[in-house]
């Protein structure tokens, strides 16, 4: 069983930046890969990021690529996510996600998801 709690989320102006952590419970957290995704009102819920259970690889949509920065620190069962470059597109409860395969763009593939933070990005 693991617990995810995230935190971070808040209101930023257009082209600012924030990060959001994903802090996970239990003693097993490095075998799982890490997901974020997002939803805004009235949309499905989306992936944005990937990150493996060692971070040495990350997956990113197309949308944030080069803009967000997945990472994780294993010593601290925790999970971040840089977002720079922010547009107000980017507004959303953002979630993060356990599965233990290696880094899926699928909403199925995740076996433990957080309870979301709100991102608002204002133009």
């Known amino acids: 069983q693991v617990q995810l709690v995230e935190s971070g989320g808040g209101l930023v102006q257009a082209g600012g930046s924030l990060r959001v952590s994903c802090a996970a419970s239990g003693r097993t957290f490095s075998r799982y890969a890490m997901g974020w995704f997002r939803q805004a009102p009235g949309k499905e819920r989306e992936f944005v990021s990937a990150?493996?259970?060692?971070?040495?690889?990350?997956y990113y949509a197309d949308s944030v690529k080069g803009r967000f920065t997945s990472s994780r620190d294993n010593a601290k069962n925790t999970v971040y996510l840089q977002m720079n470059s922010l547009k107000p597109e980017d507004t959303a409860v953002y979630y993060c996600a356990a599965g233990l395969g290696g880094g899926s763009k699928y909403v199925a593939s995740y076996d433990y998801w957080g309870q979301g933070t709100q991102v608002t990005v204002s133009s």
């Open positions: 990150i493996s259970m060692s971070g040495g690889n990350t």
